[in-house]
């Protein structure tokens, strides 16, 4: 089983960056695809981000592509979230996820989470 822990959210002005990191306990982490998900108050859990097992693929929201960069370090038992250029709409409490999905942007094929780290942008 494995345990995930999220840490590195905050408060941000609009257009600001912050680096989410996501810790996982286990020894079979480099097995499992790692996924990035966000909820704003009111709506759903969405889809930001994924990486498979080596880091060889990584696939991004629309609304992030381009400013929002995943990587992992397996070493580490790690997994990062790089947010450029934020924006007041990406202010959510971000999840990290891991399993072995059959859909990557699909959070119910997700079989582990984190508890959330709460990201604010201000305008």
């Known amino acids: 089983q494995v345990q995930l822990a999220e840490s590195g959210g905050g408060l941000v002005q609009a257009g600001g960056s912050l680096r989410l990191s996501c810790a996982a306990s286990?020894?079979?982490?480099?097995?499992?695809?790692m996924g990035w998900f966000r909820q704003a108050p009111g709506k759903e859990r969405e889809f930001v981000a994924t990486?498979?097992?080596?880091?060889?693929?990584?696939a991004y929201a629309d609304a992030v592509k381009g400013r929002f960069t995943t990587s992992r370090d397996n070493a580490k038992n790690t997994l990062y979230l790089q947010m450029n250029s934020l924006k007041p709409e990406d202010t959510a409490v971000y999840y990290c996820?891991?399993?072995?999905?059959?859909?990557?942007?699909?959070?119910?094929?997700?079989?582990?989470w984190g508890q959330g780290t709460q990201v604010t942008v201000s305008s």
């Open positions: 990486i498979t097992w080596s880091g060889g693929t990584t």
């Open positions: 286990g020894p079979i982490f480099s097995s499992y695809t």
């Open positions: 996820a891991a399993g072995r999905p059959w859909r990557l942007r699909i959070s119910s094929d997700y079989s582990y």
